[in-house]
C-alpha cells in the first residue's frame, strides 16, 4: 500500500511516499480500505513533535480517515467486512490502507461520503462533547465561537444551533464570516478589523459560553464579555498564544474557565463518546449538520494541502482521497 511516512521531526517536508506491505491483524483490529483522509492543524504539531501524544517514529501521520472495512480479526466486536467506516487514530490516516483496533472506528453516517465521513470524527466529535457534556449548553443561551470557520469551529457553529442558541461566530476576514452565517450563525464579528469586546456589547451585552480553539487575545476578549456563571471553553491554542488566566475574574464573575481535551473522553469515557456519536447521527440525519469540506487533494498531493491548512486559507475540513 502507498502511504506518506516521517522518519524524523521537523516539518511538512519531511513526508515520503513509500510503499509498504500490508501487516496482518491483532486481536481485536480491522483492516479499512481508505476512502477519504482529513487533516487537522494538529497533524501540523504532530509533525513538528511539539503535539501531546507523538507516535513513535517512523510513523505514517493522519488522525481520521473513512472507508470500507476489508478483513476483521475474530474478536473485533460489531464490525463487518463491507462496514463503511470512520476511523479516529493516533497516526496511520495518510494511507492507502489502515489497520486500528475496532474501539477506534465509528459507523460513517448513512448517506454520508467518504469525504463528509473523514471530515466528521474530530471536528463533530470534539464540539458535541464540548458544549453538550463539558459546557451543558442550554437551549436559549447565548454561544460564542471563535475561529469559527475553522475544522471544529464551523462544527461548533452547526451545532450551537442544533441545539437552540443564539450564535455569535468570530473569524478573520469577510468570506470566513460570510462561511459561518451560511452554516447557521445569528452573528459574526471580523476579528481581524473590529473588536469581539465592543461588537457583542452593542448586540447582546453577554454571553453564556465561548467556544475557543485560537487563544491568545481572542480568549482576553472573552474575559471581557462573559456573563455571571458563564463557560470559557479551552479548545486549542491556534494563534500559538497560550493564555495566562486570571484567577481574581473567576471568583468576582462566578464563572468557569473549563480544560477540554476531546482524545481524554475517548480514553476515559468511551460510553460518553459514544452516545456523543448517536445523537450526531440524528442531527446529520435531520440535516442539522452538515461537514463542510473546503478543498480535496489527492494522497500525493497532501504537503501542498497541509500548506493549505497552514497559511490559514482553509474553511471546514480539507480532504486527501486515496483514488
Ligand atoms: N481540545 C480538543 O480536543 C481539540 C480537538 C480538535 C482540535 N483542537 C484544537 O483546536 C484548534 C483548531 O483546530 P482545527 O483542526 O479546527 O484547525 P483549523 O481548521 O486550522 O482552524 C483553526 C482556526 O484558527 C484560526 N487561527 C487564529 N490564529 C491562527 C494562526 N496563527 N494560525 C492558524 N489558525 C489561526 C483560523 O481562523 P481565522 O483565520 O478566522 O482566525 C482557523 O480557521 C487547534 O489548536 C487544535 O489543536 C482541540
Redesign the pocket.
Known amino acids: 500500500m502507498r502511504a506518506l511516512q516521517i522518519t524524523e521531526h521537523g516539518g511538512i517536508d519531511q513526508l515520503r511516499m513509500v510503499d509498504l506491505p500490508s501487516r496482518p491483524l491483532a486481536s481485536g483490529e480491522v483492516r479499512i480500505k481508505v476512502k477519504a483522509a482529513a ?4 497533524d501540523l ?1 504532530v509533525l513538528k513533535g511539539t ?1 501531546q501524544s507523538i507516535p513513535p517514529l517512523p510513523f505514517i501521520p493522519g488522525m481520521e480517515a473513512a472507508g470500507k472495512v476489508i478483513e476483521v480479526s475474530d474478536d473485533a466486536d460489531g464490525v463487518y467486512v463491507g462496514d463503511d467506516v470512520a476511523a479516529f487514530i493516533n497516526a496511520g490516516g495518510y494511507a492507502e490502507e489502515l489497520v486500528t483496533h475496532c474501539s477506534n472506528i465509528w459507523q460513517s453516517p448513512k448517506g454520508a461520503s467518504a469525504s463528509e465521513a473523514a471530515a466528521y470524527p ?2 463533530y ?2 464540539s458535541e462533547l ?1 458544549l453538550f457534556d463539558r459546557a451543558k449548553l442550554q437551549e436559549g443561551e447565548t454561544l460564542m465561537v ?10 461548533a457553529v452547526q451545532l450551537g444551533k442544533a441545539m437552540g442558541a443564539t450564535v455569535i461566530a ?4 469577510s468570506e ?1 464570516c460570510a462561511l459561518a452565517k451560511e452554516n447557521g450563525a445569528d452573528h459574526v464579528i471580523d ?2 478589523n473590529e473588536s469581539i469586546k465592543k461588537r457583542v456589547q452593542k448586540l447582546v451585552g453577554k454571553v453564556d459560553v465561548v467556544y475557543d ?4 487575545d ?1 480568549f482576553n476578549q472573552s474575559l471581557r464579555v462573559i456573563n455571571s456563571l458563564g463557560r470559557i471553553l ?8 497560550v493564555p495566562r488566566i486570571p484567577a481574581n475574574h473567576l471568583l468576582v464573575k462566578n464563572i468557569d474557565i473549563q ?7 475517548i480514553k476515559y469515557a468511551p460510553k460518553k463518546v459514544t452516545k456523543s456519536f448517536e445523537r450526531l447521527n440524528k442531527l446529520y440525519q435531520a440535516n442539522k449538520i452538515k461537514p463542510h469540506v473546503s478543498k480535496t487533494f489527492p494522497l500525493e498531493k497532501t504537503a501542498e494541502a497541509l500548506e493549505f ?2 497559511s ?1 486559507q ?5 480532504i486527501i482521497t486515496m483514488d
Open positions: 487533516l487537522n492543524f494538529a504539531l503535539y474530530v471536528a466529535g470534539t464540548a471563535h475561529g469559527a470557520a475553522g475544522g471544529v469551529g464551523l462544527a468570530t473569524a478573520g476576514g470566513k476579528y481581524k480553539p485560537v487563544g491568545g481572542t479551552l479548545v486549542g491554542f491556534a494563534s500559538g498564544d480544560g477540554y481535551y476531546w482524545g481524554d473522553y491548512l497552514k490559514r482553509a474553511t471546514g475540513k480539507v
